[in-house]
């Protein structure tokens, strides 16, 4: 369960601001995005290698 503390006085805006911060760090949104459709492990793999050959070359352009 995700509490966010209250001080006394502090605007409802920045409260809920800290508590969706929160719940995105939980990665509760990404898990059931990933979870609709099933994605063979051959397949995830493939795109693993893909994302971090992608990475690879932009930091070596960056050089």
């Known amino acids: 369960m995700i509490i966010v503390p209250l001080k006394e006085g502090e ?8 508590f969706k911060r929160k719940f995105e760090k939980t990665g509760v949104i990404r898990e059931l995005r990933s979870r609709q459709a099933f994605i063979k492990p051959s397949v995830r793999k493939r795109e693993e290698i893909k994302k971090a050959v992608y990475v ?8």
């Open 56 to 63: 690879q070359k932009l930091q070596e352009n960056e050089e």
């Open 11 to 18: 605007n409802i805006e920045r409260a809920l601001k800290k």
